[in-house]
């Protein structure tokens, strides 16, 4: 198994012990409600922390993979994940960013498991081989759209917010409708991820982004699964489009 690179493992938790605010931790760990604790560095600190490290440094493929790992299924502190994601999507490593590292995504998600770590794995470097790749990447997405994991599901949802007009309207659908059983309480709970509110919220979320490109298909795709999309995912999705009528 390749060794990940310990000098730029080390470095990066030195620099953030050394950053580290005690004072904003505990606030910054309330609010995200998160069972690992933060050093306590807001986001735009911890950028220009991270800033110098990462920079002219390159990683081999295996190399930048154990690294990755390293800072993240090792991490105490949860700026050393938000690290871990900001090494996966630098400028330098993005020939290492293929359709076979989707199992590396798929990790982070599942292990992630929270809103803030695994919408960033999915609207960013999901959607970026989606775009990329998508012969290849669709059929991981479509299993996705089913998968054993709430998170899973919810990133097959939202991994093309952002994608505009290059967005792949059936595989959105496909994903919605897979997750619509329960959704609402008059609908049969055929699986426990209908009525979960972060798979309601990615619904209402992805089509209202893809409202500000074509409204007229989100408000079909709405109107054609009105009794089974929850109140939540309706009210989102349609809050560019009212906006948008005259």
Request: net charge negative; glycine share 4%.
């Amino acid at each position: 198994m390749t060794a990940s690179d310990a000098e730029l493992v080390s470095s990066i938790r030195g620099a953030l012990a050394d950053a580290a605010d005690p004072a904003k931790a505990a606030p910054m760990q309330a609010y995200m409600k998160s069972g690992m604790p933060y050093r306590g560095i807001p986001s735009p600190q911890l950028k220009a922390v991270l800033r110098p490290l990462l920079a002219d440094h390159p990683l081999d493929e295996e190399t930048w993979l154990a690294t990755v790992l390293a800072l993240w299924d090792e991490a105490r502190f949860r700026e050393e994940r938000y690290a871990a994601l900001a090494l996966v999507r630098h400028p330098l490593h993005r020939e290492h960013r293929q359709p076979h590292t989707m199992s590396l995504y798929e990790h982070l998600i599942r292990t992630g498991a929270w809103w803030d770590l695994v919408d960033e794995v999915s609207t960013h470097l999901v959607r970026e081989l989606l775009l990329a790749q998508p012969g290849e990447v669709r059929p991981v997405i479509q299993e996705w759209a089913v998968a054993d994991d709430l998170w899973v599901r919810r990133s097959a949802i939202i991994c093309q917010v952002g994608a505009g007009d290059a967005l792949d309207q059936s595989l959105l659908a496909e994903a919605i409708e897979a997750n619509l059983d329960g959704s609402t309480r008059t609908t049969p709970a055929l699986s426990p991820y209908g009525r979960e509110f972060f798979i309601r919220k990615a619904i209402g979320w992805a089509l209202r982004d893809h409202a500000r490109v074509d409204p007229d298909w989100v408000s079909a795709l709405v109107e054609h699964h009105h009794d089974e999309l929850a109140g939540l995912s309706r009210r989102e999705a349609l809050k560019h489009v009212q906006t948008a009528q005259p």
